[in-house]
């Protein structure tokens, strides 16, 4: 039987304000980046056969 699914911490002090800091750049992935990942998604995809 799966284990249960804790709740996500909370973050406090100095890890919130580096990840505010770092979500308030708001840099967007490179074209290569998106490119990797849409590729890596396609291969995802490929593996995954349903037969409903």
């Known amino acids: 039987m ?3 699914i804790e709740a996500t911490p ?4 100095e890890d919130a ?3 505010f800091v ?4 708001g ?3 490179s074209k ?3 490119k990797r ?3 890596g998604a396609k291969f ?3 593996l995954l056969t349903f037969a409903f």
Request: glycine share 4%; proline share 4%.
């Open 32 to 34: 290569e980046e998106r």
């Open 27 to 29: 840099e967007k992935a």
């Open 10 to 13: 909370i973050i406090e002090g």
């Open 17 to 19: 304000y580096a990840f």
């Open 37 to 39: 990942i849409e590729e």
């Open 2 to 4: 799966a284990k249960p």
């Open 44 to 46: 995802i995809e490929s």
């Open 22 to 25: 770092e979500m308030e750049k």
